[in-house]
């Protein structure tokens, strides 16, 4: 079973996420979601736990408990909701035309381009 981990301190490692779960059973996977751009952490990540009673045990030991000065939510990871937003069309990252910066004198000017 996949947990969410929530309000982890941004120093926290997939390392330290795995030693924190290990109270509560075997973890076989752990990983601290960062910022593509700054390789920050987001605080946040997801561990996976070897069966469900062990996950279920996480739960109910570590959620609502503080790490650091922070107080950390667990539950069960629901499945990425897809929005239909992502990819194709160019918008958001430059893709297609690249959009348009005020200032600048070059490229096209037409506004069908």
Known sequence: MRLYVGGLPYQTTDQGLIDLFNQAG?????????????????GFGFVEMSNDQEAQ???ARLNGTSVGSRTITVNEARERQDSGNRGGGGYGHGGGGGGRRSGGGGGYRNDRY
């Open 26 to 42: 075997q973890v076989t996977f752990a990983r601290i979601i960062t910022d593509r751009d700054t390789g920050r952490s987001k």
């Open 57 to 59: 045990d996480a739960i």
